[in-house]
């Protein structure tokens, strides 16, 4: 007979949503902290917060690169938790991956396996001290998760970027990979950067990059509403950096998907490649 303990995390859906007691009860693990190994249940909880986090865990072609255990100084793939996810292959855990989209609620999105074996790479700590971070490739057994999921990524991902100064925004922009990543929902989703989006929009200045006309009205929030625009598209193997990248009203935006004007393509190019270079020189 099934244990009822493990009978309530098979029941999990991806899109199911917890608030932390639920998540505790379920997994008999801690309350605190990104990874959370119970020996009770042989798991080990991750949890990816969008909404505020030292770590910088991004998806890559339906692989996540999921920070290690360590908010200050070098992380070591030794310690505590990091050595279990190190060793899932052999030691019995099975790992759950849970993001947090908004404040205190934990979304399911299904159990991972390694992708990969952990590399080392440098990330920010606590403190905004350059250290060296471990990194784990991991993949979820089933790819697929609910629109909603991949909605609330992006809202979340939207929020927070708009809290950020540009040296911050400039920052996170030129350690991101500009091959973006690319999550299975129903439909493949590319995943954007909200912070290159956010910064792209600021240089902007609340005019259409092709138009050059104020933006058509003002959101909830009183900032400009203009569209961002990969001047090649992703789908077409265009990179998601400032290179590429240009703000655009709702109109000129439809337009470049539909007349694709070779004049106005120059054009959007030329503005590109001169916000590349400022932005280049402010490294």
């Not at 990969?230 to 998907?257: F, Q, Y």
């Not at 030329?270 to 916000?275: E, T």
């Amino acid at each position: 007979m099934m244990n009822p303990v493990d009978n309530k995390i098979k029941q999990l859906t991806p899109g199911a949503v917890l608030n932390n007691q639920q998540l505790c009860d379920i997994f008999k693990c801690s309350p605190q902290g990104g990874m959370r190994k119970s020996n009770t249940t042989h798991t080990l909880v991750l949890i990816t917060n969008h909404v505020e986090s030292v770590y910088s865990d991004v998806w890559d072609d339906d692989v996540l690169h999921y920070t290690g255990m360590g908010q200050r100084g070098d992380q070591s793939l030794e310690f505590m938790q990091n050595k279990t996810l190190n060793e899932i292959d052999f030691n019995g855990i099975s790992v759950h991956y849970f993001e947090v989209f908004k404040d205190k609620e934990y979304t399911y999105s299904g159990r991972l396996i390694k992708a990969a074996s952990p590399y080392q790479t440098q990330q920010y700590d606590a403190n905004q001290l350059l250290r060296k971070v471990w990194v784990f490739p991991l993949k979820l057994i089933d790819n697929k998760l609910p629109n909603s999921v991949f909605i609330d990524y992006k809202k979340a991902q939207e929020e927070q970027v708009h809290k950020y100064k540009v040296d911050k925004l400039l920052n996170k922009i030129i350690k991101q990979n500009k091959k973006p990543g690319k999550r299975d929902i129903v439909t493949p989703q590319y995943i954007r950067s909200a912070e290159l989006a956010e910064f792209i929009k600021r240089l902007a200045e609340g005019k259409c990059d092709l138009c050059e006309n104020a933006a058509p009205f003002f959101t909830r929030e009183n900032i400009p509403y203009l569209e961002c625009h990969h001047i090649i598209w992703l789908s077409e193997g265009g990179e998601d950096s400032i290179e590429n990248t240009v703000a655009l009203c709702p109109n000129c935006h439809r337009k470049m998907h539909f007349v694709k004007d070779n004049n106005d393509i120059s054009k959007l190019k030329a503005i590109a490649k001169l916000r590349a270079k400022e932005a280049a020189k402010n490294d």
